[in-house]
């Protein structure tokens, strides 16, 4: 695995830990002890989900990129045809 590989696997880490973070605030909605407003918590919400979902795609996309490039650096390889 290359390091284009593991760049894309930790974004895609990352972008699913947004989305659990707003999952556990959709969840906790309607507790009435916290002290953050219905409004911030909702564009909090929005925001993850958002940021998260974008950053798993991307990942995805840089971790095809990175696969086919590998399968180019394979095919060009002399020694790999042996």
């Known amino acids: 695995m290359?390091?284009?590989k593991t760049r894309s696997s930790l974004l895609g880490i990352a972008g699913g830990?947004?989305?659990y973070?707003?999952?556990e605030l959709f969840r906790d909605?309607?507790?009435a002890e916290t002290t953050?407003?219905?409004?911030a918590r909702w564009l909090f919400i929005a925001?993850?989900?958002l940021f998260g979902g974008g950053l798993m795609v991307y990942a995805?996309?840089?971790w095809k990129k990175a696969d086919k490039a590998e399968e180019e650096e394979k095919k060009d390889?002399?020694?790999s045809l042996k």
């Open 29 to 31: 909605r309607n507790i």
């Open 47 to 49: 925001l993850f989900v």
């Open 2 to 4: 290359n390091r284009n």
């Open 36 to 39: 953050m407003t219905p409004f």
């Open 21 to 23: 973070l707003a999952y």
């Open 77 to 79: 390889d002399p020694e």
């Open 17 to 19: 830990y947004l989305v």
């Open 60 to 62: 995805f996309l840089q």
